[in-house]
């Protein structure tokens, strides 16, 4: 089956798209919280004769077409707890709360996807059907995608795919590759007791403190030769306290910080080896260690036959140089607990000017090109259309 391009579908909507995205960048809503957001994004998909199923607290899911192979396409939903700096005609209007990582843009693109693949269901030309689901809380670990998994919004789905802004990317471009695109991602926090004292008589203390620095620099030392180095793994010690006087040995200390890493197995190994490691290294100075070793999420492992398809289909819509090798992140996403049980692909989105300055993830001062909106609806709308279309020729060549 051929598939058509989309642009020319697209361009009656881009407009109404823009205002949209704009909507929802100047009334961002954390994680739980999106209620708003999604009554905004139900109401469009209601006027398009679809029927979105509201979740129990927020979020969707929205059928497109009658009988077929099911594809579904992933949105996320909430902001972040972070003030926006972009001064924009459509800033934040919520103070402390922003876009900050681009889900205003995912969502966006997601919807436009889901509006064009109506109008061609509804014309007959859809072979298939199609799941939108538009998750909350993706930025609070072990994330929103498990309220999709247990309210069974992707049951019955055989491939999904999702895109995220990629600031250092050029605009009109999308990052791809096959297995790990993001990293595992936990939380450690350990709390250190012990007999505190006069720095004058270190030995009869057990001194916290010291045993907070040979953790700080051993523990990861220590993964570093326990833990296979093609895993990509690293622990990074974000905040350290203990103590207030110069001259006193505090009886409490503690320490946090985040795991990651890109290997499944290494990942279901970690939390042991951590715990292990933190009381083998502060035994020898006499101090108790409690150690919470929380799991975030997985590693987002791209399915090969997935990436394919995804990629054919951007080549086709886009062209033949649109899609570039995406180095792989250490940051968390949610969307792995999704392809853990359905197979699928995560891309990345380019929203950098070319030429222009890079807006980083996670700053208040993160302004996306909006060209990318158009990219992001037609790389989307393409590859929900080749992955039916693959499905369907190689139903007919099996008939055959």
């Not at 902001?79 to 934040?92: F, H, K």
């Not at 009869?204 to 793994?233: H, K, M, W, Y």
């Not at 940051?331 to 607990?337: L, N, V």
Request: glycine residues 12%; charged residues 20%.
């Amino acid at each position: 089956m051929r598939v058509q391009p989309v642009a020319p579908l697209l361009e009656p909507l881009l407009g109404e798209l823009t205002d949209i995205r704009r909507d929802l960048h100047m009334h961002p809503e954390t994680a739980r919280s999106e209620l708003r957001t999604t009554r905004r994004v139900a109401d469009r998909l209601e006027s398009a004769g679809l029927a979105p199923v509201l979740l129990p607290r927020t979020g969707l899911v929205c059928d497109i077409g009658d009988d077929g192979p099911l594809v579904a396409l992933r949105g996320d939903l909430d902001a972040l707890p972070l003030p926006e700096e972009t001064r924009l005609p459509y800033a934040s209007t919520v103070e402390g709360v922003s876009h900050a990582c681009g889900h205003d843009v995912h969502t966006t693109c997601v919807l436009g996807a889901g509006l064009l693949l109506a109008e061609l269901a509804a014309a007959g030309q859809l072979p298939g059907r199609v799941r939108l689901v538009f998750q909350p809380a993706e930025e609070v670990m072990p994330g929103g995608a498990l309220d999709i998994l247990a309210a069974g919004g992707l049951d019955g789905v055989e491939r999904i795919y999702a895109l995220h802004c990629d600031p250092h990317t050029d605009v009109g471009r999308i990052g791809s590759r096959v297995g790990a695109i993001t990293a595992a991602s936990d939380q450690v926090h350990v709390r250190l007791t012990g007999r505190g004292g006069h720095t004058s008589r270190p030995h009869l203390t057990e001194d916290v403190v010291f045993a907070l620095g040979q953790l700080i620099v051993g523990v990861p030392g220590v993964l570093s030769r326990r833990l296979d180095p093609r895993a990509g793994a690293a622990l990074v010690w974000g905040a350290v306290q203990a103590g207030s006087a110069a001259n006193a040995i505090p009886a409490r200390g503690e320490l946090a910080g985040t795991f990651r890493c890109l290997d499944s197995d290494v990942w279901d190994a970690a939390g042991a080896l951590v715990a292990d490691t933190v009381r083998d290294l502060v035994r020898p100075y006499g101090v108790q260690a409690d150690i919470s070793y929380v799991r975030g999420v997985p590693p987002t492992l791209n399915d090969a036959a997935a990436v394919e398809v995804l990629e054919a289909a951007v080549r086709a819509e886009l062209g033949e140089t649109a899609v570039e090798l995406t180095p792989q992140s250490l940051g968390g996403e949610d969307f792995a607990w999704m392809l853990e049980k359905v197979p699928g692909a995560m891309l990345r989105l380019g929203t950098r000017t070319p030429g222009g300055h890079t807006f980083d993830l996670h700053r208040p001062d993160f302004q996306p090109d909006e060209r990318a909106l158009a990219v992001g609806v037609r790389a989307l709308t393409a590859i929900v259309l080749h992955d039916l279309a693959r499905r369907q020729d190689d139903g007919l060549r099996l008939s055959g």
